[in-house]
């Protein structure tokens, strides 16, 4: 069997699949959007600032012929995101969906070329007109989806969900799931909302992402001894669907405690007034860097993420990797063991429950804490690795061939 994958913009989880596969004997072509330039454009890419540098982090071990780059439409998903974080949603809205929509264009052509390939695995959102392509050749098509169900997600967001902020992208994500063969989801919460909305769960494969090596590697490299000062860590888009009201309202509630907060991350409009409510001993800083945010990790004791809704967040995975006791949501799709790495705690408005459960933690003898984190950091050094994933992954495209 041979799959072609589509990641699309930005660097997904699909990359680390594409490597694991290659290895496996399985990848036939991997597509995607802006990948790191080669020679002297690398110098560039280094000079063009964060940007350019978070382009050179995608660094993927595969060979040149075995991908294809679709550059164009990505730096026009780059000026949408641009365009929405001035809070013009409605204009974001319109480039968003013709970036996406010529991408997919993009894809189909590289398709109608490469004339091979069992599986097609696309992304939800970016297959369109790729997917028909795919389906006239005979490839069982295999829909990966890493949020809530589109039909679900207003369920789990009801202050300005994203399907209402950002409709059209939405509905491409809905039109490429119902054309799939095979839907393929990041956390057993996301599988759930499929069956609440009707989809039939047997049509669903799990397959939880795991940590991309290249990021395992700065946290090994960054490990060491903690401060006697327990650090509570929340990385991630500043945003309502992220739980950062709730963040806030723990860190008032916790005043005054040992603690060192910090919150690390870009603040989007629609919680951006909420930042004048953080206390003066809260630490905030923009998006770092992939070393970086290892480093910040690496030296977290609790990582606090109360998500309203996610597919299975890259950061919470990493965060338990790095060996942190996690205070989550169910609905962050997280694969954090309940009353083992942390607390997994119903709803992201439970702040009274999420203030407990901090404090459950941070109350712990340094050296309880440093042996329930390394027990952590062991176990999801193997649950959470690129190769049990490329196996469930290689699990869902048999289900795909067999259903098509």
């Not at 041979?2 to 399985?26: C, D, M, P, Y």
């Not at 000079?47 to 294809?68: K, S, V």
């Not at 991350?265 to 930042?275: E, F, M, N, V, Y």
């Not at 063991?337 to 429950?353: C, F, M, N, P, S």
Request: with cysteine; charged share 25%.
């Amino acid at each position: 069997m041979k799959a072609v994958i589509s990641n699309g913009f930005g660097q997904f989880h699909l990359r680390g699949l594409a490597e694991g596969l290659t290895e496996q004997g399985v990848l036939d072509l991997f597509i995607s959007g802006a990948l790191p330039p080669q020679g002297n454009w690398r110098k560039v890419a280094n000079w063009a600032g964060p940007r350019g540098r978070r382009l050179l982090e995608r660094e993927i071990n595969i060979e040149a012929d075995m991908t294809r780059a679709i550059s164009f439409p990505e730096i026009a998903h780059q000026v949408a995101q641009s365009v929405r974080a001035r809070n013009r949603m409605g204009l974001a809205d319109v480039l968003e969906e013709r970036s996406f929509a010529s991408y997919s264009r993009h894809a189909a052509r590289i398709l109608q070329r490469h004339n091979s390939g069992d599986v097609y695995h696309v992304r939800a959102g970016y297959g369109g007109s790729s997917i028909a392509v795919a389906r006239s050749r005979g490839m069982a098509v295999v829909c990966d989806h890493s949020i809530a169900a589109p039909k679900a997600i207003d369920r789990y967001v009801p202050q300005a969900p994203p399907a209402k902020l950002m409709p059209r992208m939405w509905h491409a994500m809905q039109r490429d799931i119902e054309a799939a063969d095979r839907i393929l989801v990041n956390s057993d919460f996301v599988a759930e909302t499929f069956e609440e909305v009707g989809v039939d769960r047997a049509h669903v494969s799990v397959a939880y992402t795991p940590v991309d090596p290249i990021f395992a590697a700065y946290l090994d490299a960054a490990a060491g001894a903690r401060s006697t000062t327990p650090t509570v860590t929340f990385a991630g888009t500043a945003e309502y669907r992220k739980g950062i009201d709730s963040v806030i309202a723990v860190i008032r509630r916790m005043r005054g405690a040992p603690v060192k907060w910090q919150i690390i991350g870009d603040w989007s409009a629609d919680a951006a007034w909420l930042r004048r409510e953080l206390p003066e001993n809260a630490i905030v800083e923009p998006k770092l860097p992939r070393k970086e945010l290892a480093a910040r990790l690496a030296q977290s004791d609790v990582f606090l993420f109360p998500s309203r809704a996610e597919g299975s967040a890259r950061v919470v995975a990493e965060a338990l990797r790095a060996g942190c006791q996690v205070v989550t949501t169910r609905t962050s799709g997280s694969a954090a063991r309940h009353a083992i790495d942390g607390r997994v705690l119903a709803r992201a408005d439970d702040v009274e429950g999420l203030t407990a459960a901090v404090d459950e933690q941070i109350r712990l003898s340094r050296e309880e804490r440093s042996t329930r984190m390394e027990a952590t950091r062991k176990y999801f050094t193997s649950r959470l690795s690129i190769d049990r994933y490329t196996s469930d992954v290689i699990d869902a495209y048999s289900n795909g061939v067999g259903r098509r």
